[in-house]
């Protein structure tokens, strides 16, 4: 088992920027695909980046790609989402989530029902 707890969301300014950490723990994760997805209301979940966990590549949805950054404390087992110049239709539940496959498996990496283990969410909202 992977247990999973985001933190990090909030309230803030269309402009502003937020840090979310996913911290992970149980079953070692090293050989992980590490995911970052949100959910606004009324849409689908959709991926916004992920990583693999004990290495440095990555993947971006291409319009978010320049604005968030996501990375990992592998000493810590904590992953990370940065977001910046933060929008409005930015506003959703953030999810991490892990999955058992590699970063190469481009469908499995943009589909939620592929990982295997998922936080709570944190809910973000950008105010215009």
């Known amino acids: 088992q992977v247990h999973l707890v985001e933190s990090g969301g909030g309230l803030v300014q269309a402009g502003g920027s937020l840090r979310l950490s996913c911290a992970a723990s149980g079953r070692t994760v090293s050989s992980s695909v590490m995911g970052w997805f949100r959910q606004a209301p009324g849409k689908e979940r959709e991926l916004v980046a992920a990583?693999?966990?004990?290495?440095?590549?990555?993947y971006f949805e291409t319009s978010l790609k320049g604005r968030f950054t996501i990375s990992a404390d592998n000493a810590k087992n904590i992953l990370y989402l940065q977001m910046n110049s933060l929008k409005p239709e930015d506003t959703a539940l953030y999810y991490c989530a892990a999955g058992a496959f590699p970063l190469s498996a481009k469908i499995a990496v943009v589909t939620p029902s592929e990982y295997d283990y998922w936080g709570q969410g944190t809910q973000v909202t950008v105010s215009s």
């Open positions: 990583r693999n966990w004990s290495g440095s590549n990555t």
